[in-house]
C-alpha cells in the first residue's frame, strides 16, 4: 500500500475552530441579553474540530486524553449556554455570574484548542500544503523512535536524503507556482512508491527525507534506484504548456549504525546526497563510513 497521508489537523481547522466558537458565543449572548430584539433562530455549536479529534482519538492518531479533556469542555460550554438560554425564554435576565460562567469555559475551550496548536509545531501531524508529505516539524522526533527501536529490537531501518537536481537553474526558469507544482510532482512519485508505514518529509525548496523502516541499506538503496528510475522518466504537464517538464534527483542513503546519534543519521544522509549531485546527479549514493584519513581526504577535495 502507497503512502497517504489523509486524516490531519491543521492549524488553519484549529484557527477556524475558534473564530467559529467566538462568533456563536457572540449569538448565544445577543439571545440571552436581547431575547426579544433577537430572532430566536436555532444556533448551532461548532463540532467540527471535537468530532474530528474523537475520530482520530479512536483511529490512534492523536492522544486520547487530549481528546477527551476537548470534549469534555466542549460539552460544559454547550451545557452553559443551553441553561442560559432556557432562562431567557422564562424572562430571567443573564446575571453577570451567568455569563462569567460560560466566558469562563469558552476561555478554557479556547486554551486546549491552543494546546493542540503547540502539539502540532512539535508533531509531524501537520502536512507540507504543497506536497502533502509531512512538515519538517516532529521529523526528529519520529526518525529518534526509529532508532530507540533499532537499538532495543535490532529492527533496521534507513534514512534517504533527496533533492531536485538542479534546482536554482529550474527556479530561473519557472515561476514559483510551476515550481511548487514539480516539487508536488516528485512528492507524488514518493508516496506512490514507499509502503504506507514509511514516513515522508519535505524540507523545502525540493528537498525530501524519507523515513525507511525494517528495510538494511542494501534494499533502500535499490528501492531509491527505482524510485530515481521513475522520477526521471514521468513527464510533469503544466497547465498553460504542451512541453512537458522532466526533473531528475539525487539521493543520499544512509542506514545507522551502534552509537549514531539522531544528528549523525541525517548528517550521513546528507553528505551521500552531495556526493550523488557532486558525480552529476541523478543518482543514488549509500554513506559508507570512513577512516579519519579518507574523511580527511574527502573534506579537502570539496573545499578545492
Known amino acids: 500500500m502507497a503512502l497517504q497521508y489523509a486524516s490531519t489537523l491543521s492549524s488553519d481547522m484549529l484557527l477556524s475552530d475558534i473564530e467559529a466558537h467566538i462568533e456563536w458565543f457572540g449569538h448565544i449572548m445577543r439571545m440571552a441579553c436581547f431575547p426579544q430584539a433577537v430572532a430566536q433562530a436555532p444556533v448551532e455549536m461548532p463540532t467540527a474540530l471535537v468530532m474530528w479529534c474523537i475520530d482520530a482519538s479512536a483511529e490512534g492518531d492523536m492522544d486520547a486524553t487530549a481528546a477527551h479533556q476537548l470534549h469534555r469542555l466542549h460539552d460544559e460550554l454547550s451545557d452553559e449556554a443551553a441553561k442560559m438560554l432556557r432562562e431567557a425564554q422564562t424572562g430571567v435576565a443573564a446575571t453577570l455570574e451567568s455569563y462569567n460562567s460560560i466566558e469562563h469555559r469558552l476561555s478554557a475551550y479556547i486554551q486546549q484548542v491552543r494546546r493542540l496548536s503547540e502539539d502540532l509545531a512539535g508533531t509531524s501531524m501537520g502536512l507540507d500544503t504543497v506536497t502533502g508529505l509531512r512538515s519538517v516539524a516532529g521529523m526528529k522526533n519520529e526518525v529518534a523512535r526509529e532508532l530507540d527501536r533499532r537499538e532495543r529490537k535490532g529492527d533496521p531501518f534507513c534514512v534517504c536524503n533527496l533533492e531536485v537536481d538542479f534546482v536554482s537553474h529550474l527556479q530561473t526558469q519557472h515561476d514559483r507556482r510551476t515550481m511548487d507544482e514539480i516539487y508536488a510532482h516528485v512528492a507524488g512519485v514518493l508516496k506512490k512508491s514507499i509502503r504506507s508505514f514509511d514516513d515522508g518529509y519535505h524540507l523545502g525548496q525540493g528537498e525530501f527525507v524519507l523515513a525507511l523502516k525494517h528495510i538494511d541499506i542494501l534494499d533502500a ?84
Open 221 to 304: 538503496c535499490s528501492v531509491m534506484d527505482r524510485i530515481r528510475d521513475q522520477i526521471s522518466t514521468a513527464p510533469l504537464h503544466v497547465e498553460g504548456s504542451f512541453d512537458a517538464i522532466y526533473v531528475t534527483s539525487s539521493f543520499g542513503v544512509a542506514e545507522p549504525i551502534p552509537g549514531d546519534k539522531i544528528d549523525d543519521i541525517f548528517t550521513n544522509a546528507k553528505k551521500a546526497l552531495q556526493y550523488a549531485q557532486q558525480e552529476g546527479g541523478n543518482q543514488v549514493i549509500q554513506w559508507k563510513e570512513q577512516s579519519a584519513l579518507q574523511q580527511y581526504a574527502a573534506d579537502v577535495t570539496t573545499f578545492d
